[in-house]
């Protein structure tokens, strides 16, 4: 069980990063050039949302599971926790990073579709999503990863 959750979500956080790169280039193109936003563009942020909503419940269910996550470990608590840097990665750092980066992410996504017009609309995706993604950049273990 802990395996399959586990490579999965290994997996699936190649689809994040290529889409929600992919989503904030266009966002930031769209933007400058001023181009009239289509579906496409709007098909581009929600599959987005969706990729990333997906990637929050397989790390909810490895949060739950993994060995890495200490909270769970008896006689480990919130001091040792902290003071290891492995450990604050794993059970603090990483899931509040990735909560808040989907956290923008919708934010940007439900606030741009509220927008009338094409500039304001690529504007909004373009400040939360890129926020996101540094946001997410900031904190995947990507010594373990690669
Ligand atoms: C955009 C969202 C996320 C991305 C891109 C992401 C990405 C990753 C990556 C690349 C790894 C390393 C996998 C490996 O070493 O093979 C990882 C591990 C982990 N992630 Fe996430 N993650 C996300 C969200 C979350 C969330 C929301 C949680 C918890 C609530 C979480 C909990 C964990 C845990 C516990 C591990 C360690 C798993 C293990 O190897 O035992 N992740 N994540």
């Not at 997996?11 to 933007?31: D, K, Q, R």
């Not at 990483?94 to 579709?113: D, F, Q, R």
């Amino acid at each position: 069980m802990y395996t399959t959750i586990q490579a999965a979500h290994s997996y699936w956080a190649y689809l994040v990063l290529i889409v929600t790169f992919f989503a904030v280039i266009n966002a930031i193109m769209g933007l400058v050039s001023k181009r009239e936003y289509k579906p496409q563009d709007f098909r581009i942020s929600l599959f987005t949302l969706i990729v990333t909503h997906l990637q929050l419940v397989l790390g909810m269910l490895i949060f739950f599971t993994s060995p890495l996550v200490a909270w769970f470990n008896e006689g480990v608590g919130m001091k040792e926790i902290m003071k290891d840097p492995t450990m604050r990665l794993y059970s603090v750092e990483h899931p509040l990073m990735m909560i808040i980066t989907i956290a923008l992410i919708t934010i940007g996504y439900s606030k741009h579709k509220k927008k009338l017009t094409s500039t304001p609309k690529f504007k909004t995706l373009a400040i939360f999503y890129t926020l996101g993604f540094i946001a997410l950049l900031s904190r995947i273990p990507w010594s373990s990863w690669f």
